[in-house]
């Protein structure tokens, strides 16, 4: 376990992680919580016999509130077959400006919940070209909120069938859809305060009947690819 390692070492500026072993890894919660002066987060250049973590079920809070976070890389083509949770994992990070989980699979996924909230400063999120295969997905609540220099996203690896919520995000006006599934989660406010959010690309979520009705297509200029 990975959890609280650096948790409150406010004047860390740098962490070589090159030695780390994440192969038996199975939990980085509070990894680097409240670690304030940290820039640069990368777990991409480990020894070749350890470039995944199997085991790896929790990363909830991981970086929480790394206000000079400004560049993270985690392992290259990573595969989270455990990995549940990543609520807060960089909650007010507010200096990060990109973040790449372009080749990450998360068919385990439960909890992505206030994953990026307040990181002013993101304007671009790579996410996965392959849809989570399974409906695990149970909470994205205020997933994006307050990403006030994001301008566009695409959503589509995200498996939300077994989501039923008719949440609102009341600051963007948001009324969330109806969605098959199970009624045990959460989808409110996942993009609330986005204020430069002009373009959402959603096309391969499920919908119910009651859910293509109430759906809001364009809400201040937001266009949505559903």
Not at 169 to 183: I, K, Q
């Amino acid at each position: 376990t990975f959890t609280s390692m650096f948790q409150g070492c406010v004047s860390l500026e740098q962490v070589n992680t090159d030695g780390f072993i994440l192969a038996s890894a199975t939990n980085m919660v509070n990894m680097f919580r409240d670690c304030l002066k940290l820039q640069k987060i990368d777990f991409s250049k480990p020894p070749a016999r350890y470039t995944t973590a199997p085991n790896l079920a929790n990363m909830n809070t991981f970086a929480y509130n790394c206000s000079s976070l400004q560049e993270f890389k985690f392992l290259p083509n990573f595969r989270g077959d455990s990995l549940l949770y990543m609520i807060q994992a960089f909650h007010n990070c507010t200096t990060l400006e990109h973040f790449d989980m372009s080749d990450w699979q998360l068919p385990a996924i439960r909890g992505l919940a206030w994953m990026f909230v307040n990181c002013q400063r993101l304007y671009d999120i790579k996410t996965p070209e392959i849809l989570t295969p399974n409906a695990t997905l149970r909470n994205i609540t205020a997933m994006f909120a307050d990403c006030r220099s994001l301008e566009k996203l695409d959503l589509n690896f995200l498996n939300v069938s077994a989501i039923n919520t008719t949440a609102e995000s009341s600051s963007a006006g948001w009324e969330y859809p109806t969605l098959s599934g199970n009624d045990v989660m959460g989808m409110g406010y996942m993009m609330g305060g986005c204020t430069s959010l002009t373009e959402v690309d959603m096309s391969s979520w499920v919908l119910n009947a009651t859910g293509k009705i109430n759906f809001k297509r364009t809400v201040l200029g937001i266009i949505l690819h559903l």
